[in-house]
């Protein structure tokens, strides 16, 4: 079994900034990527930013260059730095994670970090 776990949500002027944390744990062979996703109220969840292990990372397009991803793949933990929020921005961010595990490549989910942005 995997587990993640995110950290660093909570309320922010809109201009602000926030870092969120997540950090997997478990029976990990081997992390594929990890990311974010978020889901605001009446919302699809949506990708913000993935940072394979191999591979470009990938930004949503809503992000302009405010958000930055980075992994510390010796921990198999991801964060998201997020500079210049805007009220839009205010959803659940959860992590995200594609790994092996038992031989078998699974993901796993965050049960997420509410970010609000208060304008």
């Known amino acids: 079994q995997v587990q993640l776990v995110e950290s660093g949500g909570g309320l922010v002027q809109a201009g602000g900034t926030l870092r969120l944390s997540c950090a997997a744990s478990?029976?990990?062979?081997?992390?594929?990527?990890m990311g974010w996703y978020r889901q605001a109220p009446g919302k699809q969840r949506e990708l913000v930013a993935v940072k394979p292990t191999a591979g470009s990372t990938n930004y949503a397009e809503f992000v302009q260059g405010r958000f930055t991803i980075s992994r510390d793949n010796a921990k198999n933990t991801v964060a998201l730095q997020m500079n210049s929020l805007e009220p839009e921005d205010t959803a659940v961010y959860l992590c995200?994670?594609?790994?092996?595990?038992?031989?078998?490549?699974?993901?796993?989910w965050g049960k997420g970090t509410l970010v609000t942005v208060s304008s």
């Open positions: 478990g029976s990990i062979s081997r992390v594929n990527a």
């Open positions: 995200f994670a594609s790994v092996i595990t038992l031989g078998v490549n699974r993901s796993y």
